[in-house]
């Protein structure tokens, strides 16, 4: 549904897919036990997933052709998380409310990055 040659959409899928380091199944997998509890108990996990976690997790399954203005409007949202992470990281890395609030969105910030030797 976009056009493969629009060189914006080629940076922001890349830093989409840059910061977002977790896979889709892990992804789904967190998301899942964040969201274990009341809201759980609906049939429909999509439910009660975080609505930015799950809309990451719908991209993930995509191909770049594929995506709605939707989608890129919540690429860029993650691509803003990411850059914020960026700007206001503590350097304590292993705070945990700070590493689950990005691991709602697919990163993993104690994972090594991709570009890491």
Do not use: C, Y
């Amino acid at each position: 549904m976009t056009d493969r040659s629009d060189p914006d959409l080629d940076r922001l899928w890349q830093e989409f897919h840059d910061f977002v380091n977790m896979t889709s199944e892990e992804l789904r997998t967190f998301l899942m036990a964040s969201g274990s509890g009341e809201e759980a108990s609906s049939a429909d996990p999509g439910e009660w997933m975080p609505g930015l976690g799950r809309e990451v997790l719908r991209i993930l399954g995509k191909r770049k052709v594929d995506l709605t203005p939707d989608d890129v409007e919540t690429m860029r949202r993650v691509v803003g998380v990411a850059e914020d992470a960026e700007a206001h990281a503590s350097a304590n890395v292993r705070d945990d409310e700070r590493r689950r609030a990005l691991m709602a969105v697919g990163h993993d910030p104690l994972r090594p990055s991709r570009t890491e030797g």
